[in-house]
């Protein structure tokens, strides 16, 4: 089936192009980083956390959010999200193939994670996320392929497909707690010491990465015959909806706990966010503009006009993703490292280089989706004009 990703109109051909071209201007910073060293980038003793482990630790959550559909239609049988539930699939194996991609960036030198094998420690969490991330990738492409020849061929999924897909079920809930642990079994930072990180992270997951499925089933509709159904979409709103609204009531929970403590460990990490700390505010408008773009989001969903129609729900949507991204994929690491345990504040600002490796594996990563999705997308066409 591989050879339906090498057809396509000319449209399809520039936006591999683009991809192409940001991968390459990605791949030629990680060869700078590379000969140079972690160096080179705006990682310190104090915020040895980037932007590379923010991005990693988004994109699981989205890598994740594809059992949001997944549990429906295989474990409950329903039926109205089977047009969409090998998008989810190849959606995580993206994810999941970005994430690890930012783990080598992280790392400086690739060989660094051959120590992971060659010296296995089980009582590190590093070890246990190195294990669910690895089988949730093998998992997500070994079931999507198997059931998109069965669909191809026109016959049911084999029966011996079953146990991998239910394991797939509570393995998509394990990445994003493991990844969750990583941070909260660090006692030194208080902003991560929270024992509802890991139900935080996994509600963020569930309505961002259902918004951006949403998304592209919009984009889908426009550019192919492929649709996914008023029904699907309007189900995936709902979940997005209360898994929103449940990641807003544990960000309150967190401030009403560090302020109403008083405790200062807890309030200085999200006075240098939201506030400002000292005079040190370089995440204060993002922080506030994630906070905007939910509220409207959520309040756009909440509205049966606004979620109805394809535009305003887009913009929703965008809105929505836009906003985790900020939380998680900025805020959450960076600002955890503020104050450090010495009381120290360190401004964290991202080389070009490090911008561009960024770009270079979201790149990637949609280079994946794109050719998963037109493979995905001419098997299901070429089923509705037989």
């Known amino acids: 089936m591989l050879e339906k990703a090498l057809t396509g109109s000319n449209k399809y051909w520039g936006w591999i192009a683009v991809l192409l071209a940001f991968m390459a201007a990605g791949a030629l910073s990680y060869v700078q980083q590379y000969n140079y060293g972690l160096g080179m980038t705006g990682m310190s003793?104090?915020?040895?956390?980037?932007?590379?482990?923010?991005?990693?630790?988004?994109?699981?959550?989205?890598?994740?959010?594809?059992?949001?559909?997944?549990?429906?239609?295989?474990?409950?049988?329903?039926?109205?999200?089977?047009?969409?539930?090998?998008?989810?699939?190849?959606?995580?194996?993206?994810?999941?193939?970005?994430?690890?991609?930012?783990?080598?960036?992280?790392?400086?030198?690739?060989?660094r994670a051959l120590n992971v094998l060659l010296h296995?420690?089980?009582?590190?969490?590093?070890?246990?996320?190195?294990?669910?991330?690895?089988?949730?990738?093998?998992?997500?492409?070994?079931?999507?392929?198997?059931?998109?020849?069965?669909?191809?061929?026109?016959?049911?999924?084999?029966?011996?497909?079953?146990?991998?897909?239910?394991?797939?079920?509570?393995?998509?809930?394990s990445i994003h707690t493991v990844t969750a642990f990583l941070y909260a079994g660090l006692p030194g930072r208080h902003f991560w010491l929270t024992a509802i990180l890991a139900p935080r992270f996994l509600a963020s997951a569930f309505a961002a990465g259902p918004a951006l499925l949403i998304l592209l089933c919009l984009i889908?509709?426009?550019?192919?015959?492929?649709?996914?159904?008023?029904?699907?979409?309007?189900?995936?709103?709902?979940?997005?909806?209360?898994?929103?609204?449940?990641?807003?009531?544990?960000?309150?929970?967190?401030?009403?706990?560090?302020?109403?403590?008083?405790?200062?460990?807890?309030?200085?990490?999200?006075?240098?966010?939201?506030?400002?700390?000292?005079?040190?505010?370089?995440?204060?408008?993002?922080?506030?503009?994630?906070a905007i773009f939910g509220i409207v989001a959520i309040v756009m969903f909440l509205i049966p006009a606004a979620r109805k129609r394809e535009d305003t729900l887009a913009i929703a949507c965008v809105l929505l993703f836009v906003s985790f991204w900020i939380d998680k994929g900025i805020g959450l690491v960076i600002g955890g490292f503020v104050p450090s345990p010495l009381e120290e504040i360190t401004a964290y600002y991202p080389s070009f280089q490090e911008i561009m490796i960024t770009l270079g594996i979201w790149a990637t990563g949609f280079f994946i989706l794109t050719v998963l999705f037109k493979i995905a997308l001419s098997v299901k066409e070429e089923k509705m004009i037989s």
Request: overall charge positive; glycine content about 6%.
């Open 45 to 111: 003793r104090d915020v040895s956390w980037g932007i590379y482990i923010a991005q990693f630790t988004f994109l699981v959550g989205v890598a994740a959010s594809g059992v949001m559909v997944v549990l429906p239609y295989y474990l409950h049988n329903y039926k109205i999200f089977g047009k969409i539930t090998i998008l989810g699939e190849f959606l995580a194996v993206a994810a999941v193939s970005m994430c690890l991609l930012f783990i080598m960036a992280d790392l400086g030198q690739p060989t």
């Open 120 to 173: 296995p420690t089980p009582g590190s969490i590093l070890f246990w996320d190195m294990i669910v991330l690895n089988v949730y990738l093998f998992l997500n492409i070994f079931v999507g392929w198997v059931v998109l020849t069965a669909e191809k061929k026109e016959v049911a999924p084999p029966k011996w497909i079953k146990p991998f897909i239910y394991i797939s079920i509570p393995w998509a809930v």
């Open 220 to 290: 889908i509709k426009r550019v192919t015959k492929f649709d996914a159904g008023q029904e699907a979409i309007q189900k995936l709103v709902t979940i997005v909806t209360y898994a929103a609204l449940i990641n807003v009531f544990f960000i309150l929970l967190e401030f009403f706990t560090s302020y109403y403590s008083n405790i200062p460990g807890h309030m200085h990490t999200l006075d240098y966010l939201f506030f400002g700390l000292h005079g040190h505010s370089q995440l204060v408008p993002w922080m506030r503009v994630s």
